[in-house]
């Protein structure tokens, strides 16, 4: 790997450390207010909500400049985030800010990556990042439980950092700090020699101005559902994420009824599925190669089929190995996916589009799932029941994914066969 990757590697690390801190910290802080359920719930939705407004903008701002830069400026939207939490702004609000810093960051995150490696360094790369980013996942949320907990909170409040007058609005200001060191690292990425793409981009006789940006991103859209394999792992890591974004919070709330836990002992579980997603990062990243990444349709419906079995679950001695499994299936699965769908993105726009487009599907997802979820807590669903659909949903989802990646081997061979010959070569370093 070429060094400027190790540099991204620490910049996404404490980015998405203190963004998983700063969700469980958001949901104590809510918690900590009387607010009702539907209101934490809905994190998750809000968080997505720029990711899916400015989906046809984000894309483009990340292929107009250099990639490092547009991750400053998106670490520095966080920490403005952050701040008008801190200072009284309601915790909905200002986390969907830290949602747009996060939704800019994202097209630059990922994109440079196939600006920097060849594809068939791809899956390699995204087992890395996807390994590394899960850790911070475990790590993010035993900190941001941590940070609110009995241990740490009362030297937090000991402190005096003005408006921190609870230890959620205290351990909020430590997580500045956090994304303050993810913001140095970004200056420190490379400049690659990917040429820059004017932001008001003019493609295809698309116009210019809003309209132009508009219909470009709508054609990248277009594009990649119509690649015969790029709507294939589209599907499935829009599904994986949509589902994946509302579990975290999910757990939560079965953790709560199930072992009666508060927010920073259920914390560490939402950290035991991560760390088995890591492994399976991981192993998907040594194992796997780009053109087979299709062969890991059926461990998503052997997620789905998993999932149901948490309502079953009652003993922490049982939970832990069941999630950390659970985990494991779902890394092994979006790992393979993404790098293929980066690929063919790559392959059919530039690197920042496409991820912006992958995002917006994927937010899509997150959102209406997200909203499904308030209401339906909002209207008495248990935390059971929303266990229930998620791993029907899954389980079925993938497995129609399944069948539309045969039928499309069996009416488009040709092309698909050529794809995946693409795949396997560095044709396009």
Not at 113 to 135: C, H, K, M, Y
Not at 230 to 244: E, H, K, R, Y
Not at 258 to 284: D, E, F, H, I, R
Not at 371 to 398: K, Q, R
Request: proline residues 4%; charged residues 10%; hydrophobic residues 55%.
């Amino acid at each position: 790997m070429k060094r400027g990757f190790y540099t991204i590697m620490a910049a996404q690390f404490f980015s998405s450390l203190a963004d998983n801190a700063l969700f469980v910290v958001a949901v104590e802080l809510l918690r900590g207010t009387g607010a009702g359920e539907w209101q934490q719930a809905a994190l998750v939705p809000m968080f997505a909500l720029f990711y899916v407004v400015l989906a046809p903008f984000v894309g483009a701002f990340a292929d107009a400049m250099p990639k490092g830069r547009v991750m400053f400026i998106s670490n520095a939207i966080k920490v403005l985030g952050c701040l008008l939490m801190l200072w009284g702004t309601h915790p909905l609000l200002a986390y969907s800010l830290v949602g747009l810093g996060a939704a800019a960051y994202s097209p630059a995150k990922y994109g440079i990556l196939t600006e920097l490696l060849p594809p068939s360094q791809l899956v390699r790369a995204n087992g890395w990042i996807e390994g590394l980013t899960i850790s911070s996942i475990i790590l993010g949320v035993l900190l941001g439980g941590q940070l609110v907990g009995p241990a740490i909170a009362p030297y937090l409040l000991g402190l005096g950092v003005p408006g921190a007058g609870s230890a959620a609005k205290a351990a909020i200001a430590v997580l500045v700090l956090v994304y303050a060191a993810a913001a140095l690292f970004n200056l420190g990425i490379p400049r690659t020699k990917a040429p820059l793409m004017p932001f008001w981009h003019n493609t295809h006789q698309n116009g210019t101005g809003l309209a132009g940006l508009l219909q470009d991103f709508w054609r990248c859209n277009r594009s990649l559902w119509s690649d015969k394999l790029g709507q294939i792992s589209l599907s499935a890591t829009t599904l994986f994420w949509g589902v994946s974004g509302n579990l975290r919070y999910i757990v939560l709330a079965w953790a709560a009824v199930a072992l009666g836990y508060n927010t920073t002992q259920a914390s560490a579980l939402v950290g035991v599925v991560a760390l088995g997603t890591a492994a399976g990062a991981v192993l998907a990243a040594i194992r796997m190669r780009l053109q087979y990444a299709t062969r890991a349709i059926p461990v998503g419906i052997a997620m789905g089929l998993l999932v149901l079995a948490m309502n079953f679950i009652h003993q922490l001695w049982v939970a832990v190995p069941f999630l950390i499994m659970l985990g494991a299936l779902g890394g092994y699965l979006v790992v393979p996916m993404n790098a293929l769908l980066q690929h063919r993105g790559h392959c059919l726009m530039g690197a920042g589009r496409s991820i912006a487009v992958q995002n917006f599907n994927e937010q899509i997802a997150i959102l209406s799932l997200g909203v499904l979820y308030s209401l339906a807590s909002l209207l008495g669903l248990t935390a059971y029941g929303a266990i229930t659909a998620c791993g029907l949903l899954v389980a079925i989802c993938m497995w129609l994914i399944g069948r539309w990646y045969v039928y499309n081997c069996r009416n488009f061979g040709g092309e698909m066969r050529k794809l995946l010959t693409i795949a396997r070569s560095d044709k396009h370093e």
